[in-house]
């Protein structure tokens, strides 16, 4: 994960969006992809907790779990993932490892670019609710940091899900899953907009 200011922010501005739900997941390493499915609507056992809330982090369903193994199956053969790389491996619910190593592996950029090429996202819209003077959009080719203002117009954007670096507890992702109404048709926003810096995928270290 990276390194975070220990600045506290105001409110992600994307919250307060009424369409916009901070929904939490489990931590056990999978936290990156388990929000990423709650955003796409496939995760089962994500509970809505906003910042400050309290609310207790949820276990995953044996489906979560079996969803999180076969979505690593699927990143671990494309090309945006080094053959080093150990995405395999999953949280240890089976107890087959020692306890220090219970946790699956944790994504990072390139996982989320390979995420973005296996559910045909535009994008992946990576909040930190810390530090949230820039706002990091990852797609399949390039890393962008946007301004808040121009990360908050995507939450309107049907090819995008958005998550979050928490401020509640260190190394963890949270969803930030967007409910659109059916009488209103979804706008998609370009990740040009507002774009503070840009970097080609192919040298993000």
């Given amino acids: 994960m990276p390194s975070r200011s220990t600045r506290l922010s105001t409110v992600p501005c994307v919250l307060k969006n009424p369409r916009v739900q901070r929904v939490r997941v489990a931590a056990d390493g999978s936290c990156w992809l388990y929000a990423v499915l709650a955003g796409l609507g496939k995760l089962e056992h994500g509970v809505a907790g906003g910042i400050g809330k309290k609310t207790p982090l949820p276990r995953p369903t044996l489906k979560d779990r079996e969803m999180d193994k076969e979505v690593r199956t699927q990143l671990s053969k494309t090309r945006f993932l080094s053959e080093k790389d150990d995405v395999l491996r999953v949280p240890d619910y089976n107890g087959d490892r020692r306890v220090d ?5 944790f994504g990072g950029v390139h996982h989320f670019a390979a995420l973005c090429h296996v559910f045909g996202l535009q994008s992946i819209v990576v909040w930190d609710e810390v530090d949230a003077e820039e706002v ?12 808040p203002a121009a990360a908050e117009l995507m939450a309107e954007n049907p090819s995008t899900v958005h998550i979050a670096y928490s401020r509640e507890k260190e190394a963890h992702v949270e969803a930030y899953v967007q409910s659109r109404p059916s009488d209103r048709p979804p706008q998609r926003t370009s990740v040009l907009s507002g774009v503070l810096s840009a970097v080609p995928l192919c040298q993000w270290a």
């Fill in 101 to 105: 190593q219970f946790l699956g592996s």
């Fill in 136 to 147: 990091m959009v990852v797609t399949d080719t390039f890393v962008y940091f946007v301004t």
